[in-house]
């Protein structure tokens, strides 16, 4: 799993977004459930991530299918980031605005994602950061998931 362009990772235009919903989708099912964002924000509160379901699932079958999460993020990256910013604070571990390596070590790991250390440093390359413990903005988080 590499980020640099290889054939296991290639480059995607940002309205791919499927290896942020993979991500979200804890258990692989196909559908983000409450309990995949339970999992992946584990400071929110049931009523907050009710909430997070109801903004996306537009067919009201209490479930976040990748067209429903496409849609919502397609709509953020080219007008306004609420969605995307929530995810990248709840990555932000430590609150100092910025993704760094602990940060995505930690929120990969808990996503059931196996990386190494030189797959992460390559993410945060790729976002902008030198990749030796200097994480990542908001702007280098969004270049991050559109590969």
């Known amino acids: 799993m590499c980020p640099t362009g290889s054939s296991v990772w290639p480059a995607r235009p940002i309205s791919d977004l499927r290896s942020a919903f993979e991500i979200l ?12 964002l339970k999992t992946s924000y584990t400071d929110a509160d049931d009523e907050v991530i009710g909430s997070m379901i109801t ?44 993704v760094g390596f602990g940060d995505l070590r930690r929120y990969l790991g808990s996503a059931g994602f196996e990386v190494d250390d030189d797959e992460i440093k390559a993410m ?15 702007d280098g988080f969004v270049k991050i998931l559109a590969v």
Not at 28 to 33: E, L, T, V
Not at 127 to 134: H, K, L, P, T, V
Request: aromatic letters at 8%; proline letters at 0%; a negative charge.
């Open 124 to 138: 945060i390359k790729l976002g902008g950061g030198d990749g030796d413990g200097d994480g990542v903005t908001f």
């Open 55 to 98: 903004v996306a699932d537009s067919n009201n079958d209490g479930y976040v299918e990748y067209e429903e999460f496409e849609s919502v993020l397609k709509s953020d990256v080219v007008g306004n980031s609420g969605v995307l910013e929530e995810v990248f604070k709840a990555m932000d571990g430590d609150g100092d605005g910025k």
């Open 25 to 36: 989708d804890v258990d692989h099912d196909g559908k983000i459930s409450h309990q995949d």
